[in-house]
């Protein structure tokens, strides 16, 4: 089992829709949680960081993380075009030397 | 959010020589920086950790005498492709770590070697 799982898609919705992208990890040690967008031949943008459970809210952005099921979501509300993207999501265990685990991507196409 | 550089944004180079990419954090000091490389349609595989101050510490798999490493201060890292060869055409994308641990990435670096 992957450390980190996250469904590739492609995930094809109409503009407008709400989107939901979801990943799931087997390591309890997680504790940091993130959510990057990243476009074609562009470096990783973050959009969202949460520390343990609970939800964050960021404009047309929410993300999840429920610890004891060791799954983490991104809600995208009103999506546009501008959206489709690769979504990486992206933990680690701590601070200092601790390294990122990424999900392998899952590319979303939002359609006018 | 954070900002952090990379140059060049792109390089193309002959097989043989070596290219140094640098990455650089704008508005924030960064203890570690993080080098990544990636293939189309794969996620980011990291490469090496790179201290301010100290060596850098390199994935399993990685050949630190060919990917040379430096982070001469809190907002610099530069990485060194030595004796590039076609295999090593990739993208390398960059990253700084902040002081709450929140990693931002740099807008990578596209390297062809011929």
């Known amino acids: 089992q992957k450390e980190v799982e996250q469904d590739p898609g492609p995930l094809s919705v109409p503009e407008g829709a709400i989107v939901s992208l979801n990943c799931t990890y087997s390591?309890?040690?997680?504790?940091?949680f993130m959510w990057y967008r990243q476009y074609s031949r562009k470096g990783p943008e973050l959009l969202m960081y949460?520390?343990?459970?609970g939800n964050k809210e960021d404009g047309r952005f929410t993300a999840q993380v429920d610890k004891s099921s060791k799954y983490i979501s991104l809600f995208i509300r009103d999506s546009q075009p501008s959206d489709s993207a690769t979504y990486l999501c992206?933990?680690?265990?701590?601070?200092?030397?601790?390294?990122?685990?990424f999900g392998k991507g899952t590319m979303l196409l939002v359609s006018p | 959010g954070a900002v952090v550089s990379q140059h060049p944004s792109w390089v193309i180079c002959k097989s043989g020589t070596s290219v140094k990419i640098e990455c650089r954090s704008l508005?924030?000091?960064?203890?570690?920086m993080f080098w990544y490389r990636q293939f189309p349609k794969q996620s980011l595989m990291l490469m090496a950790t790179?201290?301010?101050?100290?060596?850098?510490?390199?994935e399993q798999g990685v050949e630190k005498d060919k990917f040379l490493i430096n982070h001469a201060s809190l907002t610099l890292s530069t990485l060194t492709v030595t004796s590039a060869h076609p295999e090593d055409s990739s993208f390398y994308i960059c990253?700084?770590?902040?002081?709450?641990?929140?990693?931002?990435f740099g807008p990578g670096t596209r390297l062809t070697v011929l």
């Open positions: 790179s201290n301010e101050g100290s060596k850098a510490t390199y």
């Open positions: 992206a933990m680690s265990a701590g601070s200092g030397y601790s390294t990122l685990t």
């Open positions: 990253s700084a770590r902040d002081r709450l641990s929140v990693e931002y």
């Open positions: 508005d924030f000091q960064a203890t570690t």
């Open positions: 390591n309890s040690a997680f504790q940091y």
């Open positions: 949460t520390y343990s459970s």
